[in-house]
């Protein structure tokens, strides 16, 4: 992303590092996302977010729907995220694709 780094020279950028979550804080957040959930499943949630508040809401959302498939990876969580994006997309590029 060249763009970012020139973002980054900018006077007016203000650059904030964020500290990862600790294990209250994401028992928290799960708990305001999802009510409450078992004690594996936030275990689960804990230690595979890692701390990063993105993985904890879509680690949440993914339990939310079947606590036993919570993704094992970082591909495989991206993917459950973004997947009907793309099913979509596909499916309307071949719908303008085929009308042309």
Request: proline share 6%; with cysteine; net charge neutral.
């Amino acid at each position: 992303m060249p763009w970012l780094a020139e973002v980054g020279r900018l006077p007016i950028t203000t650059r904030i590092t964020l500290e990862r979550l600790g294990d209250e804080q994401i028992d928290s957040l799960v708990t305001h996302l999802a009510g409450q959930v078992p004690g594996q499943t936030a275990a689960r949630i804990r230690e595979r977010s890692q701390g990063i508040p993105f993985f904890v809401e879509v680690l949440t959302e993914c339990a939310n729907r079947d606590a036993a498939r919570i993704p094992e990876s970082l591909r495989d969580l991206m993917l459950t995220r973004f997947r009907p994006t793309a099913r979509v997309g596909g499916s309307l590029g071949e719908h303008v694709g085929g009308s042309a």
